[in-house]
């Protein structure tokens, strides 16, 4: 059975968006493996502690993400 899992830093999506992921994600998924799969396909959305997150081996927190998202240059 499909096991998609999303990993995320806290605090960057609200609730609302990470069931759009959870939707999203699943639909992509069906496309690919027929909509019979539907009911078998589980997505897991994890939050991961702000800083706990590594690139580069610099340490990731929420703000840097939403910096990024913003167009900006993150600063850690």
């Known amino acids: 059975m499909p096991f998609i899992n999303v990993k995320v830093i806290e605090g960057v999506f609200d609730t609302a968006q990470k069931q759009r992921i ?3 994600l699943t639909d ?17 959305v994890e939050e991961v502690r702000s800083g706990d997150w590594g690139i580069a081996g610099n340490p990731l927190t929420t703000q ?4 990024l998202a913003a167009g900006a240059a993150a600063t850690s």
């Open 28 to 44: 992509a998924m069906v496309e690919i493996e027929g909509e019979n799969m539907r009911p078998v396909t589980w997505c897991v």
């Open 64 to 67: 840097d993400v939403r910096t």
């Open 22 to 24: 959870i939707s999203k």
